[in-house]
């Protein structure tokens, strides 16, 4: 657990390989990232899943507290807790019931301000043409390309690429088939190609990736994406 003070501006996008849960004690930002677009403000928890990047909007100067938390948890990006102070007390003294204070109470849904959300939406959720979404929404690829990189501060391509690692990582951690039926099934062209996008996003290829062996890093892959 350790304290952080944001002030106003923009945090380049970034990640981590834990998964954890910001607590906003004050003031608010935006976060833009692999689970979309969110509005966090005091008493609100932000939960980043192990190896999810995002970027921050901050509107004005923000009090938070990270907390690292087992990353099987199935939590929303954003939530609330009945009483925060308790997970406060929890991730101070008695790590090991962390979980037990993190029941939601109020969820968050995500904000969608125009077509980079509504692309970023559809990217999580299939492989998409580019070509073909421009074209369904009436925009040119090249404005594609320049309009979801200022939002996101990612290509499209490489957003659609890094959400089709996160779904094979969790294959991968349930060994759920073959490397290269993970591949075929998490939209990979081939085998070849998901292994240099899990090695430039996790530093492991998929054969370390399927061998290891340790709980706790097969809870982080379990909920990676």
Same mark, same amino acid.
């Given at each position: 657990? +350790?304290?952080?003070?944001?002030?106003?501006?923009?945090?380049?996008?970034?990640?981590?390989?834990?998964?954890?849960?910001?607590?906003?004690?004050?003031?608010?930002?935006?976060?833009?990232?692999?689970?979309?677009?969110?509005?966090?403000?005091?008493?609100?928890?932000? +939960?980043?899943?192990? +190896?999810e990047a995002h970027r921050n909007l901050i509107s004005s100067e923000c009090s938070i507290v990270n907390i690292e938390v087992p990353s099987h948890l199935p939590l929303p990006p954003v939530f609330r807790v009945r009483e925060p102070e308790r997970l406060l007390a929890a991730a101070s003294s008695n790590h090991a019931i962390i979980g037990?204070?993190?029941?939601?109470?109020?969820?968050?849904?995500?904000?969608?301000?125009?077509?980079?959300?509504?692309?970023?939406?559809?990217?999580?959720?299939?492989?998409?043409? @580019?070509?073909?979404?421009?074209?369904?929404?009436?925009?040119?690829?090249?404005?594609?390309?320049?309009?979801?990189?200022?939002? #996101?501060?990612? !290509?499209?391509?490489?957003?659609?690429?890094?959400?089709?690692?996160?779904?094979?990582?969790?294959?991968?951690?349930?060994?759920?088939?073959?490397?290269?039926?993970?591949?075929?099934?998490?939209?990979?062209?081939?085998?070849?190609?998901?292994?240099?996008? @899990?090695?430039?996003?996790?530093? #492991?290829?998929?054969?370390?990736?399927?061998?290891?062996?340790?709980?706790?890093?097969? !809870?982080?892959?379990?909920?990676?994406?």
């Open positions: 657990m +350790y304290h952080q003070q944001l002030v106003p501006g923009q945090r380049g996008r970034h990640r981590h390989d834990i998964g954890y849960v910001a607590l906003v004690l004050s003031g608010t930002y935006e976060e833009v990232g692999d689970t979309g677009r969110w509005l966090g403000g005091a008493g609100d928890l932000v +939960y980043h899943n192990a +190896y037990s204070h993190l029941i939601p109470t109020e969820t968050k849904r995500p904000v969608v301000m125009d077509w980079p959300d509504l692309l970023a939406r559809d990217l999580r959720n299939q492989p998409q043409s @580019l070509g073909k979404w421009a074209e369904q929404h009436s925009l040119k690829p090249e404005t594609i390309s320049r309009g979801f990189r200022k939002a #996101y501060g990612i !290509t499209p391509a490489k957003y659609r690429r890094e959400a089709q690692a996160r779904k094979a990582l969790r294959m991968i951690a349930k060994a759920d088939g073959t490397i290269a039926d993970i591949a075929a099934r998490a939209g990979f062209s081939d085998q070849a190609h998901m292994s240099r996008t @899990l090695v430039e996003l996790t530093g #492991y290829p998929p054969r370390r990736l399927q061998q290891a062996k340790s709980n706790s890093f097969n !809870t982080v892959l379990l909920s990676a994406g």
